[in-house]
């Protein structure tokens, strides 16, 4: 039986859908490992564009996430800049201008 359906099917169309199908796959594990889940504070800053005694700072006042794993302090990229963008300080306060991400 699946040989008829084989038999009846345009090997060029059934080539195309088995790669746009492989491809809907990969593509979202291919996104995840081009961008680590967790990172380290040094490239967290960096990746924040904010220095790294900056980033301490906001992650002892808890207005960032992270996670202790062992000893090592790791961050979630893509948490941090949204809380960093969604923050409670407001455009005209000091304070948000240094916290903020530089672009």
Do not use: C, K
């Amino acid at each position: 039986m699946p040989d008829l359906l084989i038999r009846d099917t345009d090997r060029d169309e059934l080539t195309d859908a088995i790669a746009a199908a492989v491809l809907d796959r990969l593509t979202p594990l291919i996104a995840q490992s081009a961008n680590p889940i967790l990172v380290d504070g040094d490239e967290m800053a960096r990746l924040a564009g904010v220095s790294r005694a900056t980033l301490d700072r906001l992650r002892a006042a808890e207005a960032i996430p992270s996670v202790l794993i062992g000893s090592r302090r790791l961050y979630r990229a893509a948490r941090v800049i949204a809380a960093l963008e969604s923050g409670p300080a407001s455009e005209s306060d000091p304070a948000h201008e240094r916290a903020a991400p530089h672009e």
